[in-house]
């Protein structure tokens, strides 16, 4: 197995807390990505991460926040979860180059059900 | 961004039929990934196929950049193949992902 971990897997908080998911990677893929999977809408890229501390905005980047302190962990903060976050959430990596080839396959975690009541 | 466009978004299958996925993009991409989404979730990569023709075991893709498409074959399909199957494509490396095609195989 592709060494990538979510947790938690499932997550029931209230409107208005924060909560922070997290992967995990045992691969040592330079490239991270948190996408959200909603029926009708497929998958939407949330943020990126090319590097410890460097990070972007995707498609769907408002009300969340990223962190990736060292190359095993990207991290996904709600600020203050709301209803519309409700979501399954799904972390994924990919390595980049192999040696002098390009290999940008994704390899995606098991996904975090997280639903804001 | 890249816009990705899949068809069909719903295909029933006898098992053992054979089908083609489509996955149609606005614009240039270097890469281009196929993954299955099994009914319990899991997302698997079946291809990373930014150009050319590549098979594995009963499932072959086939990318032609210029023309911004690519196809996904599925000969003899089992049970076991239902789900959905989404395309992926990027500029670089952050995919943008189609809407997906649901495929359910029947005995």
């Known amino acids: 197995d592709a060494g990538i971990t979510q947790s938690p897997r499932h997550k029931v908080t209230e409107t208005g807390t924060p909560v922070t998911l997290r992967c995990h990677q045992t691969?040592?893929?330079?490239?991270m990505y948190w996408y959200r999977q909603d029926p009708g809408h497929g998958l939407r890229l949330i943020h990126y991460?090319?590097?410890?501390?460097?990070?972007d905005k995707g498609e769907v980047s408002d009300g969340y926040s990223v962190s990736r302190s060292k190359t095993e962990d990207f991290l996904l903060t709600l600020e203050s979860a709301t209803s519309s976050q409700t979501s399954v959430y799904f972390c994924a990596i990919s390595e980049g180059w192999q040696g002098a080839t390009p290999n940008y396959g994704y390899t995606f975690g098991s996904g975090t059900r997280l639903t804001v009541v | 961004g890249i816009q990705v466009e899949q068809s069909p978004p719903d295909l029933i299958l006898q098992e053992g039929a054979n089908s083609t996925l489509r996955c149609n993009f606005s614009d240039s991409v270097n890469n281009l990934q196929w993954f299955h989404q099994n009914p319990w979730g899991q997302l698997i990569n079946l291809f990373y196929?930014?150009?050319g023709t590549k098979q594995n075991g009963r499932l072959s893709a086939t990318t032609v950049a210029t023309e911004r498409y690519s196809l996904l074959y599925i000969s003899s399909s089992q049970t076991t193949d239902s789900g959905v199957y989404f395309c992926?494509?990027?500029?670089?490396?952050?995919?943008?992902f189609g809407k997906g095609t649901k495929l359910s195989v029947i005995p």
């Open positions: 691969e040592n893929h330079r490239y």
């Open positions: 992926g494509g990027a500029g670089s490396y952050q995919l943008t």
């Open positions: 196929i930014p150009s």
């Open positions: 991460s090319y590097g410890v501390k460097d990070t």
